[in-house]
């Protein structure tokens, strides 16, 4: 499951947030890399998306990701 070999790669996570609708799983996890920068990343079903972002766009982003993550087709 992608949910559980990305939370296995890291030490720590600064944040991890989970939903669940009848037809996905999806999550957001955060781990801060320095002062200002984030190591976001986001899936939804088998999709997943990390990419390093600072700190004062990290909701715009992390909102774009989740949007990419989920158009993704099987």
């Not at 790669?9 to 996890?29: H, M, P, R, V, W």
């Not at 976001?40 to 909701?59: D, F, L, P």
């Amino acid at each position: 499951m992608v949910y559980q070999a990305t939370i296995d790669q890291y030490k720590k996570l600064d944040t991890i947030e989970k939903f669940k609708s009848a037809e996905q799983f999806g999550f957001l996890a955060i781990k801060q890399v320095e002062e200002d920068l984030n190591e976001v990343t986001v899936g939804v079903g088998g999709a997943k998306i990390t990419t390093q972002v600072e700190t004062n766009s990290m909701a715009q982003e992390a909102e774009t990701m989740m949007e990419i993550a989920r158009s993704v087709q099987y």
